[in-house]
């Protein structure tokens, strides 16, 4: 340590211009990085790796085709939905929306076959031929604003049940090559993870995960300026029609769009605050210039580095720049009120030596909390999603430039900036500091500290134990945004928001074709059946049913005269998958639930009322393109043998709790439709968020204990002293218990977006301890007074702490304006974790100190 001192002192203090240079030239270098900082939203970026629900995810999305799509919703200002006037402006709406660059198709109540609007027969739909849509002239619009509003397709979907609102589903041109790169880099993650990567491999895994990294970044700007154009569509039609816009494309873009704002708008404002929080404490230019200097020189540092190694930013880890503007903050404020203190115990000593005194008594402890911070820190790297890792490394590399230029620029800064005004404040000052009233409270009223912090301690226990791992993803957005109000139109009228696939195989191989139940149909056969079935006067009969029909049967034949019709396309297939779909549509989180079974349905209705044999068997083999790909190719697989449920579930639901309903929907399954568990697989946004969630609680709440047992290592061999370090660490733990409390009664969840605050909780209060212990150690030996030390330390290192907690608080207080939620709990949060640990540090510390007696008598 006296080695790197002296190195410091001659190449740093010794040349403070020179060192100034090298910071602006470095500061400079770092701006030209900017162009290149880049904010990811995409599903990728957000999902847990190495969750193996995420790559049945991915094989699910491949074999059952899923794009991405942007949704409107459109309800005439006047007149009925189907009107001339609405669907006339309907369509104006829907050819410029198609084309869009991007743009595959849109799909609205223009373009879907009606099936039950005029009279049909089975051999009509498996011909195709005469399947009528709203632009045939013969069809009463109110008898298909009835199909729209009661089918098991349509309703709830499509359409509304009140009939007055639909939607335009935009589909947007899939990218096969990010999907095909986003299999390789997987199938290379694999071998890595197994250690048979070869040196080749690696080298094109590096490629493989910057080609990802690459189109996510030229996908979500695609997909931002798509959302603005399909905006002011929507707005030449606002006298029209009400709309909103909806979709996870512009989900994403907005929510980039709210962070990056919140960055500009919010970081300025947070600085400039700051800047008038320090002219108020310390009433001169240089001690504002310079601790916001540094805290920018930092800020800029980080975020030219970030940009350089094209390191990106989330939703998440964005977080890390105000975390970083307050570690920086809290660091000059101690140097820079150190300084004070010795100009004003020794007016006459020169600069120089007054500097280097400060940066030799500051050295340890300022490195001790950088450390410990970072400590706190690394628990987010464990938590296995991306995200909160990267905010975990960004806030661990963060911490070390602000240690390295704090100790450069603040210092420099101190010797280059010539004052003759010397302030004769804080020690020698009439007035006593505020910080001196906490002192008195601890010294006259410690046994109400004590018992206070006790009982907050039992009322935060409390609280945390009603603290959900769980939240609304509507909840992060104001009423007033076009999100909240898009998604919760949504979910009211048009069936739910956040998808939940349930993926069910045959309980009989489909490789076997041996189902005892019911043997391959012939030629022969299915015409005797076909007669016999459609005898009843009830049925719709088929005048040409041997010409129009008999095609098909025949093509059941393939070279063998026979097919053997899949296990869902039998009796007990059906009963089946309606039982299923049966209990997922009684649930009340769920909204809109498609599947075979609405398909049956349809069939049902078609025919009047039951289904046979030949009917299913029709419905798998012989539907045209069309009706297949609506009503058959997204709920089976032929390959796999495999039956999808689709599900819609709201998320403005006020009983939605994802693991519990996953759980509960399970357990329903088993009981009521005689599915085995390992037969079926829950699969899906929801699925994927909720062990996002329940794997953060895991990793986050769990950590801290480790966090609190390395703390507590590090607290000994620093004050070497095990009954200090215990006492030490107890308002870190105080501080961190009542943050999670308040959350717990508040109803704030944790998530993705508040799983942090433990751990800048944690950080922030381990600096405020290390130096106030370090602190009262030092001055301890001075007299061995407890009490008059604890005056002592208030008055001076409590300064510090105090002056840092005022202005960050005052800062971070403007993000409650913010329209982003999670900037708002974030910001609240930040202001309540540094009001806890300066209180824990100035009130609970120095009265268990004075206790305890942990350094003797």
Excluded at 2 to 20: A, M, N, Q, T
Excluded at 146 to 162: G, N, Q, R
Excluded at 641 to 653: C, F, G, L, P, Y
Excluded at 787 to 795: E, I, V
Aim: aromatic share 10%; charged share 20%; with cysteine.
């Amino acid at each position: 340590m006296s080695v790197l001192g002296d190195f410091y002192i001659k190449v740093v203090l010794r040349r403070p211009i020179f060192s100034l240079l090298i910071l602006v030239f470095l500061t400079l270098l770092a701006l030209t990085q900017f162009a290149n900082i880049k904010l990811d939203a995409s599903a990728d970026a957000l999902l847990l790796k190495g969750d193996p629900a995420l790559e049945f995810y991915r094989e699910t999305s491949k074999r059952y085709g899923s794009s991405e799509f942007i949704l409107l919703t459109w309800q005439p200002s006047s007149g009925e939905l189907l009107g001339d006037e609405s669907l006339e402006n309907l369509e104006l709406m829907t050819l410029k929306l198609r084309e869009l660059p991007g743009v595959e198709s849109v799909v609205t109540v223009l373009d879907v076959p009606l099936l039950s609007s005029k009279p049909l027969s089975l051999s009509g739909i498996t011909s195709g031929e005469g399947l009528p849509t709203l632009d045939d002239s013969t069809i009463d619009r109110d008898i298909a604003l009835d199909e729209f509003m009661t089918s098991p397709i349509y309703s709830d979907l499509l359409v509304s049940k009140t009939g007055d609102l639909t939607a335009v589903q935009i589909n947007l041109e899939n990218n096969e090559g990010y999907r095909q790169a986003v299999e390789e880099r997987e199938s290379l993650r694999k071998l890595k993870e197994a250690g048979a990567l070869n040196s080749s491999e690696k080298i094109f895994l590096k490629k493989a995960e910057a080609l990802v990294k690459k189109i996510n970044a030229e996908t979500l700007y695609q997909h931002g300026v798509l959302v603005e154009r399909v905006r002011a569509i929507a707005a030449e039609f606002d006298s029209n029609a009400k709309i909103f816009v909806g979709g996870v494309p512009m989900i994403a873009a907005d929510m980039v769009a709210f962070v990056e704002s919140d960055l500009l708008v919010f970081g300025t404002a947070i600085i400039l605050l700051m800047m008038i929080m320090l002219a108020i404490i310390f009433r001169e230019v240089r001690w504002v210039v310079i601790p916001v200097t540094n805290c920018l020189i930092t800020v800029t540092m980080m975020l030219g580095l970030l940009g350089f190694l094209d390191w990106r930013m989330t939703v998440i880890s964005a977080n890390f720049v105000a975390v970083l503007l307050v570690v920086s903050l809290a660091i000059s404020i101690h140097l820079v009120v150190r300084y004070r203190e010795l100009e004003s115990l020794h007016p006459n000593e020169e600069r120089y030596n007054r500097v280097v005194s400060v940066m030799q008594l500051m050295a340890v402890p300022c490195i001790y909390t950088g450390v410990t911070t970072i400590v706190a820190f690394i628990s987010l790297v464990v938590s296995g999603l991306q995200p909160v890792i990267d905010f975990g490394w960004m806030m661990t590399v963060g911490i070390v430039i602000a240690l390295i230029i704090s100790f450069i620029a603040v210092p420099c800064l101190m010797l280059v900036w010539t004052s003759k005004e010397i302030v004769s404040t804080d020690i020698s000052s009439q007035t006593p500091p505020y910080t001196m009233y906490f002192a008195t409270f601890a010294d006259r009223q410690g046994g109400v500290v004590l018992a206070v912090s006790g009982v907050l301690l039992c009322l935060s226990i409390f609280g945390i134990s009603r603290l959900e791992v769980e939240n609304r993803f509507i909840d992060y957005f104001k009423e007033s945004t076009e999100i909240y109000q898009g998604m919760e139109l949504l979910d009211s009228n048009l069936g739910g928001t956040i998808p939940l696939d349930i993926v069910i195989d045959s309980p009989i191989s489909s490789r076997d074709k041996d189902y005892p139940q019911h043997a391959p149909i012939n030629s022969t056969e299915a015409y005797e059946r076909a007669n016999l079935d459609f005898a009843s006067e009830d049925l719709i009969v088929v005048d040409n049913f041997e010409e129009e029909v008999w095609d098909d049967f025949d093509d059941f034949d393939e070279g063998q005269n026979s097919f053997v019709p899949s296990f869902w396309f039998t009796f007990s297939g059906m009963q089946t998958i309606d039982a299923v779909h049966d209990v997922v549509d009684s649930r009340p989180e769920t909204g809109k639930v498609l599947s075979l079974s609405t398909t049956f349905s349809v069939v049902r209705d078609i025919l009047g009322d039951d289904i046979g044999g030949v009917e299913l068997a029709l419905v798998q083999k012989s539907l045209p393109e069309e009706i297949n790909d609506l009503m058959v190719a997204p709920y089976f697989s032929v390959e796999e043998d495999q039956a999808r449920v689709t599900v819609r579930v709201k998320e403005t639901s006020e009983s939605l709790r994802r693991d519990e309903f996953l759980k509960d929907l399970h357990r329903r399954l088993i009981n009521n439709t005689g599915l085995a568990a390992e037969q079926f697989t829950f699969t899906g946004m929801l699925v994927l968020y909720n062990n996002v969630l329940q794997s953060l609680f895991r990793s986050q709440i769990l950590t801290l204990g480790a966090v609190f047992f390395a703390i507590l290592v590090m607290f000994w061999a620093l004050f070497r002293s095990l009954s200090l370090a215990l006492i030490a660490i107890a308002p870190n733990l105080l501080a961190a218990a009542t943050v999670l409390g308040v959350m717990g009664f508040a109803g704030i969840p944790l998530d993705i977006m508040t799983i942090t605050i433990a751990a800048i909780v944690v950080g922030i209060g381990v600096d405020n301890c290390i130096h106030y212990v370090y602190r009262f150690m030092r001055e301890f030996s001075k007299d061995r007074d407890y009490m008059a030390t604890m005056y002592r330390c208030h008055g001076s290192i409590g300064r510090a702490l105090y002056y840092t907690t005022f202005t960050v608080i005052i800062g971070f207080s403007t993000l409650t304006l913010s329209n982003f939620n999670p900037s708002i709990y974030f910001g609240l949060l930040t202001v309540l974790a540094m009001a806890a640990a300066v209180l824990g540090a100035l009130l609970l510390l120095p009265r268990l100190i004075i206790w305890i007696k942990p350094l003797g008598i």
